[in-house]
């Protein structure tokens, strides 16, 4: 059963209350426990593999020597022979025997480490899945743990639990509403300044006689005056 | 360590100040280490920020199941399953009867991320409860 599997059904396990332990802690403990060991035996394994790997090389080394010495052996005794030395070439002969039979056995021990080097990296690519799984399980089975937990500390500190979430549309009127507010105010705030800072312009401008008001009461004046002269001409004219 | 999260927090908040408004930080009492961030303006949509195991949660609680319309329930379930990958940083999810957005970080995620997502997350809740305001009461 996958880990997820596990964490839904005890999700959905029985009227759970939020808190109550997801996952049960002697379980925990346990894999925790398992992680620990299943690391010590991967550790053990790996200086195993150095081990055996070392007396592979070693082994090999030892044919290879072996192979020299018996093509060695292979020219004395046919430089015996043809120095027509019958009983030498025998002694020789009988020592490539022994050198082979020796080689013959190395190959065989080197098969063997290499067997065991194979079966040795199989159990450790096992265990380090092993370990990964656990420590994945754990992870997840913590996480739930972890959330519910919060959200119990979560829940106790907002009141009464869930209730005092407030209603979600509600939140959201809440929101929305200050939402708009700001930005009516900031519009308002906007609309105050463009107001205020174009009349306070105005006002300074014409504190200083200068722009269309400032001489507004003269140039009335002016042109009263002027049509009051051309009205008198006019009359004059007819008269 | 939690001082060191509660820190890394404050800052993603000055960082945040200009766009989201005020940023405040406290930790919640309880036996596991929880801050709240309230949002000035948002204060209905606090985000809570939790350490659990090998990661940073970032929850926001959008609403309960008391809150779900029943007719609609289905309907809503599929909204969230069909939108949950579109959301930017932030995931839908739930909590017992609270439905909630979170965004998950590495412990050792730093201010500018932290920043990032909480501006994400605070922003999809809003959003997410607006859009699914349609299948609640």
Known sequence: ??????????????????????????????????????KAALARAKQDLTLVMAQEKAAEREIERLGKEILRFEDHALAALDKAEESLAGDVATRIAELEAERDAQQRARADFAQHIASL?????????????????????KTTESVYRATESISQSMGSGASKLGSARESLERI???????????????????????????????????????????????????????????????? | MDAALQQRIAEAGRRLAGQLGAFEVARIPGEVVVFKVEISGREELPIFITQ??????????????????????????????????????????RIG?????????????????????????????????????????
């Open chain 1, 1 to 38: 059963m996958s880990i997820f599997s596990k964490i839904l059904s005890a999700l959905k396990g029985s009227a759970r209350e939020i808190g109550e332990s997801v996952v049960d802690a002697n379980a925990t403990r346990i894999y925790e426990q398992e992680i620990h060991e299943s």
């Open chain 1, 121 to 141: 990296k199989d159990l450790i690519r096992q265990a380090e899945a092993r370990v990964r799984e656990h420590e994945r399980e754990l992870a997840v089975a």
């Open chain 1, 176 to 239: 929305k509403e200050r939402h708009t507010l700001t930005a009516d105010r900031m519009k308002a705030a906007e609309e105050l300044d463009a107001e205020f800072g174009t009349k306070a312009l105005e006002k300074k401008l014409a504190a200083a006689g200068i722009g269309g008001d400032a001489n507004r009461k003269e140039a009335v004046l002016a042109r009263l005056k002027a049509q009051r002269d051309a009205d008198r001409a006019a009359s004059d004219e007819q008269q």
């Open chain 2, 52 to 93: 659990a195991d090998s990661q940073i949660l970032c929850i926001c609680y959008l609403w309960t199941e008391r809150d779900v319309a029943p007719s609609r329930r289905t309907a809503l379930l599929e909204a969230m399953l069909d939108l949950n990958i579109a959301i930017p940083l932030s995931s839908f999810g």
């Open chain 2, 97 to 137: 009867d609270k439905y909630l957005i979170y965004g998950a970080l590495a412990c050792e995620a730093g201010a500018d991320d932290l920043a990032q997502d909480l501006l994400a997350l605070s922003d999809n809740a809003v959003d997410a409860l607006e859009a699914m305001a349609e299948y609640l009461h």
